[in-house]
């Protein structure tokens, strides 16, 4: 069995040639399409020598181009590289070189950028600059077209054979510092974020058809995947859908109300979106009036905070939709899935753990129920991060002679065999001794009917070492009383818990995936005197 991506979606490809595989906008491409789309891209860049084990940037937004050219690298056996397009030409020439990119395929109008990082990347060989409605200047460096690169290729599909083994890279940069990439055989990246294993039941497929197979039966479904495809959690939620014989629709930027009409339009099944960020925003605009939802029967949320009071607004609004809270990260895939519905609790990121998760002590044991210590995931784990044995041997634990990723996740695992997700280590504000988490803060916060978004980080405290602060952007038009945040707070978090400095911000800034960013956010607070302080305890 060679579980491969590209294997996967040929699989697709040769059961539901005329079933739309990906609308974006206006516009939509069946299976068949696709593949022959993804063929010649393919051919192209083999023809200029990329092959098995080569990296290929994709510095792109959301678009049916970007999918042809994910699906093109994979069937090469090269390795796609996560490019985030709000990169600055220092960060992207520091990610070109440490990837080691030998072949890049950008949006046209970033052609600037590409242009001035270039030539202190001298190993990329290759770029391809797709459709995005510009005209920016490409032939300086040499690039082709999407168009050109599509007619100069072969549609015929007649690739070398494939292995489970072929490399995955995603560059996660996490919530501070230079990204970092992550690799992962196909077969075991597949296993643990691409529906290799039943997330409900944590039962492993038997083999790679079984995915066409469930869609032959079920006829297919309609996934709206909201995050740009460079992300890990869009891109793995697309191809698990292709894998299966769905509609994937993907929007070319975030917009609440567009979401709506999209949903509408394709009379999308499952939106899969990254917390708060984007579902506060969306259920807002469904509250707003004028959209039906009708066809939705699930939310799924994943790889940031999603909050009780906004999970209980999409209880409340449509309540016969699931709404679903897993958690896991770049180094883990699934580690555990919340499921929430009409009448059933809503109380935090807590889950029941997927297949392999355990919580980790001090001392590197399996921890006991109440237990602070680290979420480890055993079975399919990464390879390690590209080129930094030192992080990889971090990352990689053994523990009773099985090989588990344990990324630095606090967790605590409750006595009926659920798992609290607590937040990374490296956020965590150690105030007087005691340690509070960012995100527990950060949902009583957003609880409050003046608080449209908020982030905790800790500051420097002469007494305490670190007090606990907030960045605080409030619904427009409701200014918040202090006192009256500080009693709301005192009624859901312990006293030390409460943000004894707050800012209030026109707008958080967060990454553009909608995960936090305390980069910013500590930038901010020392730039900026604070406006209100809590009392003491």
Known sequence: ??????????????????????????????????????????????????????????????SIEAVAAMLAV????????NVNYRYVENELQFLFADADLTALIHDRGYAPRVAAVLPSVPDLHTVVALPDGTDAD???????????????????RDFAPRSGDDRYLLYTGGTTGYPKGVIWRHEDVWRVLGGGIDFMSGIPLDDEWAQCRRGAETGGMVRLCLAPLIHGNAQWAALAALFAGDTVVVLPRFDADEVW???????????VLIGDAMARPIIEAYLAGGHDGSSLIAISSSAALFSPVVKRQFLEALPNVLVTDAIGSSETGFAGLGVVTEGGAVDGPRV??????????????????????RLARGGHVPVGYYKDPQRTAALLAEVDGVLYAVPGDLARLEPDGTITLLGRGNTCVNTGGEKVF???????????????????IGVPDERLGQRVAALIQPRPGAPLDPADLDGHLRGRIAGYKVPRTVWVVDRITRTLSGKADYGWAHAYAREHPAEAVSRAD
């Not at 355990?358 to 921890?367: C, F, K, N, S, T």
């Not at 960012?438 to 905790?456: I, Q, R, S």
């Open 1 to 62: 069995m060679a579980a491969n991506i590209a294997d996967l979606f040929e699989h697709a490809v040769d059961a539901f040639g005329e079933r739309v595989a990906v609308a974006c906008g206006e516009h939509a491409t069946r299976y068949a399409e696709l593949e022959e789309h993804a063929n010649r891209l393919a051919h192209f860049l083999q023809g200029r020598g990329v092959g098995a084990g080569d990296h290929v940037g994709l510095y792109a937004g959301n």
């Open 138 to 156: 490409i032939g300086a460096y040499g690039g082709v077209t999407y168009a050109a690169a599509q007619a100069a290729g072969d549609p015929r």
């Open 352 to 373: 029941m753990p997927g297949p392999h998760t355990i919580v980790l002590d001090e001392h590197g044991r399996p921890a006991p129920p109440g237990v602070i210590g």
């Open 438 to 456: 960012p995100e527990e803060v950060e949902a009583a916060l957003k609880a409050h009917p003046g608080v449209f978004d908020a982030l905790v």
């Open 74 to 81: 994979y069937k090469l056996r090269a390795a796609v590289v």
């Open 261 to 271: 009409r999209a949903i509408d339009r394709h009379r999308v099944n499952v939106v």
